[in-house]
């Protein structure tokens, strides 16, 4: 599903990366470690077709990340691709119906009003689809970012620091539903964090542990290093 | 479709900035809208009452006050000319038709004039009641005049001296209105018309001493001018300068003095032209800043699209489409407004149906007012759209 082979990858101003191999089955999870600056949003951003790596390979969901237009590559990450910002940006402009609604518009697909309700309801916030942001709690925010993420279904799940600013309960409910979220899209889950708690969230779902194996990619921006 | 309604809510998100924006972007184009009404006002009078009249014959003196004291009654004629000049006039070959004006009096500020039925024709008038006189003392009342006086047939008035209310009345000599025009757009609407004979009437009657005094007076009639059509085209060449050289009259074209007087008009309008431009410009510079700053709060929103598979012009169309709203709303409040302030600069001087501005109308030249809004708006938001198109996802995963 996500694989990659001596990656590679350079700034305009020089700094370079590398990155440890990797190979991701469909459904799985990744836990992507690493402090900050060790190069976890660049992977990300690899991943998602952002940035095209300077040496080395990367195959994610049967699509080869170099050598494809960025047309091409916006429409193959609409689809394929999910995401849950640290920051969730939600538009204060739009209602939670609309912000989702937002995820057609930019995949250039034609909304899709059921898919909308189906999605705000599997994660328990229906009654909220014509709030604004402003008026949701924090975790509503999060489970509504979530429905976001998921709403097209993709293959992969990309969560970039879920628990921070969070408290401990708080952060332990955002890691769970990630985890059931993406097992039930049946996605493939990689959390960039440098929260030690998610480990540990992750080593209590051992019911899930049974279906989604969890792999560890830990960056260190120098010297990278792999544990399964 | 979409795009257009998360346009107009990202738009409207920050209703102070929006209203404001939309608030500048209006008055600008208000006073382009205002400018083109009024000129379009002013030059549609000038071509309804100049039609088919090829030269204004009367007394030396400015031509151009000839003009606006003749046809469009908008000043005191220089005096008056022999009537047995103006009847020379018609033995000219290259003279159609003569139609005399005779000035002098007025009715609570309404022009009386003096003339033959050829000047109701020559206007193509309806009567809306009534007919045309048929004897001195009887008179054709003009839309306007009749509704702002609440004139009707069969009923008499007594004249007033001079052109202006408030002169001396004729009160020995009333007129009774024979017939009231139909509204036609033309100066007609704003006269009190009537023969040529009533005017010597009544001032024949104000002057004489005795029955001597009126032969002699009725021997030396005059008129005010006369309004001249060519026979040919050719004759603007040679008419002028015949009536200029060998008659004590001057021979004034009313196509010239117009271009004239609109040229002297030009240069007020230019004035606030610019200052339209002005307000035009510093509402472009508003919209700017505003979009740029809805760039920078929004760039991680924006960022996020970019994440969901926006391709970079789609984001940049949808800055695009926030100015575009931006643009449109305020041309439709401009072009409202700018009707609204030729409404009451009418109703403020007190010119209800004159030659200046004489009810609704929508140019084809109005047009200008939403390509210029849209030129504004486009244009302010080019360089915002560009950094919108820019939005750095890296930057936005990055940013921790």
Not at chain 1, 1 to 11: A, D, H, K, P
Not at chain 1, 161 to 189: F, M, Q, R, W, Y
Not at chain 1, 192 to 209: F, G, K, P
Request: charged fraction near 15%; hydrophobic fraction near 50%; aromatic fraction near 6%.
């Amino acid at each position: 599903m996500i694989s990659s082979r001596e990656l590679n990858f350079s700034y305009a101003a020089g700094s370079a990366l590398q990155f440890p191999d990797v190979e991701v089955d469909q459904g799985h999870v990744l836990l992507l470690r690493g402090p900050s600056g060790s190069g976890k949003s660049t992977w990300l951003a690899l991943v998602a077709g952002l940035v095209t790596p300077t040496a080395g390979s990367m195959e994610v969901a049967g699509q080869a990340m170099h050598g494809v237009g960025q047309m091409a590559t916006d429409a193959w990450r609409a689809k394929t691709i999910g995401f849950l910002p640290q920051k969730l940006h939600l538009s204060a402009a739009l209602t939670v119906y609309q912000n989702l609604a937002l995820v057609f518009w930019a995949a250039g697909v034609a909304e899709d009003g059921v898919r909308i309700k189906a999605a705000l309801n599997d994660l328990g916030v229906a009654e909220l689809a014509n709030r604004l942001p402003s008026q949701l709690s924090g975790g509503q925010a999060q489970r509504v970012a979530l429905a976001r993420a998921v709403l097209m279904q993709p293959k992969v799940l990309l969560a970039d620091e879920p628990t921070a600013s969070l408290d401990d309960n708080a952060a332990t409910d955002a890691v769970t539903l990630l985890l059931k979220t993406a097992h039930a899209n049946g996605a493939t889950l990689v959390i960039a964090t440098h929260d030690a708690r998610v480990e540990v969230v992750i080593n209590q779902q051992s019911l899930l542990r049974a279906t989604q194996s969890v792999q560890r990619l830990n960056l260190t921006g120098s010297s990278p290093e792999v544990s399964v | 479709m979409r795009t257009l309604v998360f346009a107009w809510r990202y738009l409207w998100a920050r209703p102070m900035a929006a209203t404001l924006n939309v608030l500048l972007l209006s008055l600008g184009l208000a006073s382009i809208a205002f400018l083109l009404l009024v000129s379009n006002h002013v030059e549609r009078a000038f071509d309804r009452d100049l039609a088919g009249i090829d030269a204004v014959v009367g007394a030396k003196g400015s031509p151009m006050q000839l003009i606006l004291s003749g046809v469009l009654h908008l000043d005191v004629p220089p005096g008056n000319v022999p009537l047995s000049a103006v009847k020379a006039l018609q033995k000219n070959p290259l003279v159609a038709e003569v139609i005399p004006i005779s000035l002098g009096d007025n009715f609570q500020g309404y022009r009386i004039v003096g003339s033959s039925h050829a000047y109701v024709q020559h206007y193509q008038a309806y009567l809306a009641q009534g007919r045309l006189w048929d004897k001195p003392m009887q008179v054709v009342v003009g839309a306007t005049v009749a509704r702002k006086l609440g004139l009707h047939i069969g009923q008499s008035f007594v004249g007033s001296h001079g052109l202006g209310a408030g002169g001396h009345a004729h009160g020995e000599n009333a007129y009774s209105v024979v017939g009231i025009l139909a509204p036609g757009g033309s100066v007609l609407d704003r006269l009190i018309v009537t023969d040529t004979a009533s005017v010597w009437k009544v001032h024949e009657d104000y002057t004489a001493v005795d029955e001597e005094d009126r032969a002699a007076m009725a021997q030396e009639r005059e008129v005010t001018m006369a309004l001249v059509r060519y026979t040919s085209p050719l004759a603007a060449i040679s008419f002028p300068r015949w009536v200029n050289t060998t008659t004590e009259m001057q021979a004034a074209a009313p196509a010239l003095e117009v271009t004239r007087l609109l040229r002297m008009l030009g240069l007020g309008t230019d004035v606030l032209r610019a200052f339209a431009g002005m307000l035009l410009l510093t509402a472009g510079l508003s919209v700017f800043i505003a979009l740029w700053n809805a760039v920078r709060e929004r760039r991680g929103d924006l960022a996020l699209l970019r994440m969901l598979g926006a391709p970079p012009t789609k984001i940049a169309a949808l800055l695009l489409t926030e100015a575009l709203w931006l643009g449109l709303v305020s041309s439709v409040i401009g072009v409202f407004l700018g009707q609204a302030f030729v409404g009451l600069l009418g109703w403020f001087l007190g010119l209800d149906n004159s030659l200046l501005l004489g009810g609704l109308v929508w140019p084809v030249e109005l047009a200008v007012v939403p390509c210029l809004a849209l030129g504004v708006s486009l244009g302010a938001a080019l360089l915002p759209a560009l950094g919108a198109y820019r939005s750095n996802v890296l930057q936005l995963l990055q940013s921790r």
